[in-house]
């Protein structure tokens, strides 16, 4: 085998990816967070309260604000299992995590009509409720929340 084989080998096997975290279960009902060890945080040059991009399999992205939990082991990230589903991945699973600093505000989202039974106030009451509910959220294209 050549020299630059052998190199780009041992490079992959030893390589350190600190932006590459193990999927735990999260132990609270928030989809729109993630829990990380306070070393890793300061490892990827995080903040409590960041937004985060987080990449999972098949090209799936998502956005989730990140919150510190020493309770959480090193190199394991504790994800909600709604965002699992939207990044196609399950608990043990690899993600790439990274920061996102400039996220804009969204002005207007669309919601689907759950069934055609749904009289009109009632349809209108659940929409106003979800509207007020997803204002506090991070939420990417193409998400269920």
């Known amino acids: 085998m050549t020299e630059y084989g052998n190199c780009a080998t041992t490079e992959l096997n030893h390589a350190n990816y600190s932006n590459r975290l193990f999927i735990d279960d999260a132990l609270d009902?928030?989809?729109?967070?993630?829990?990380?060890?306070?070393?890793?945080?300061d490892?990827?040059?995080?903040?409590c309260g960041d937004t985060v991009k987080l990449k999972g399999e098949k090209r799936r992205e998502t956005i989730c604000i990140v919150i510190f939990d020493?309770?959480?082991q090193d190199n394991r990230i504790r994800v909600h299992q709604v965002v699992q589903n939207n990044l196609r991945v399950q608990t043990g699973d690899v993600i790439s995590?990274?920061?996102?600093?400039?996220v804009k505000y969204g002005?207007?989202?669309h919601v689907l009509p759950i069934a055609d039974t749904v009289t009109c106030m009632v349809n209108n009451l659940i929409i106003t409720r979800i509207f007020v509910t997803l204002l506090s959220r991070c939420l990417s294209t193409g998400e269920r929340r």
Request: aromatic fraction near 4%; glycine fraction near 4%; proline fraction near 7%.
């Open 29 to 41: 009902d928030d989809n729109s967070v993630v829990r990380l060890p306070s070393q890793t945080m």
């Open 43 to 47: 490892k990827l040059e995080l903040f």
């Open 70 to 72: 020493d309770t959480c």
């Open 97 to 102: 995590i990274q920061g996102c600093p400039h």
């Open 107 to 109: 002005t207007r989202i």
